[in-house]
């Protein structure tokens, strides 16, 4: 099963703030939501836990 995460939740596991997280979407650099129904959105988490190991995987190539 998938599990989706709020904004909040997103902004706790990233360290990310709101702007930040709605800008980097729009450049691609980032996870887009999943629209829930009026205003709610969600992300998939496998998409977030994805996007951190990317992270983690860049800085740990430029620090070589």
């Known amino acids: 099963m998938k599990k989706l995460l ?10 990310l703030a ?5 800008d980097m979407m729009k ?10 129904g009026g205003r709610a959105v969600a992300w998939l988490e ?4 994805d996007w951190i190991e990317d992270q983690i ?3 740990e190539d ?3």
């Open 27 to 36: 450049d691609g650099r980032f996870p887009k939501p999943i629209k829930l």
């Open 6 to 15: 709020r904004r909040p939740e997103i902004e706790l596991r990233t360290g």
């Open 18 to 22: 709101r702007s930040t997280i709605y």
């Open 46 to 49: 496998v998409e977030i836990n």
């Open 62 to 64: 430029i620090a070589r």
């Open 57 to 59: 995987t860049q800085r």
